[in-house]
């Protein structure tokens, strides 16, 4: 697996072209395989796209002093974020050549805290459902070292043509 690079200017991400022109599953490899810019928000929060197949996404990412809330535990949108990730992408695993998607809703529960001295936990999204117009998913944050559930989440994705 090659190290990923982060875009970073609107010139560096993937045109809507470049990205209706190949499945979604191709697309997702070609960013794990280095070929292709990952998204910033990665860069920001400290997480990456780490391996695709089909029907499944999978982050790894690794909370930092800037994902903090007021309290010290890392805040629930560093959690909402890396889910809404995996399950989203996921979904994307499965779009034929044309399609894209977007995120109709998500809900995630968060099951203990992590914190920045946790160390790198892993997101994984399943794909459970895929149909003409939706794609329904369901993800979960696993301590890479440690084993330990921290959160799970479902989600809800609009299925639609990009090249219209």
């Not at 599953?25 to 928000?41: K, W």
């Not at 399609?99 to 992590?114: C, F, S």
């Not at 936990?121 to 993800?139: F, L, N, Q």
């Amino acid at each position: 697996m090659a190290e990923p690079y982060f875009a970073s200017s609107v010139e560096d991400l993937a045109t809507r072209e470049v990205i209706a022109s190949m499945s979604g599953l191709d697309f997702l490899q070609r960013i794990v395989d280095g070929e292709l810019p990952a998204p910033p928000i990665g860069r920001v929060l400290n997480y990456r796209l780490d391996r695709v197949s089909a029907g499944q996404a999978v982050f790894c990412g690794e909370p930092t002093f800037d994902t903090k809330n007021p309290i010290g535990s890392v805040h629930g949108g560093w959690f909402g974020t890396l889910q809404d990730s995996c399950m989203a992408c996921a979904v994307q695993t499965t779009l034929e050549a044309g399609q894209g998607y977007t995120t109709l809703e998500y809900k995630i529960n968060i099951i203990r805290p992590l914190l920045p001295s946790s160390g790198m936990v892993e997101a994984i999204g399943d794909v459970s459902h895929r149909g003409r117009r939706t794609g329904v998913a369901e993800g979960r944050i696993v301590g890479r070292e440690d084993g330990k559930l921290y959160a799970t989440g479902s989600t809800t994705c609009l299925v639609m043509d990009l090249r219209g």
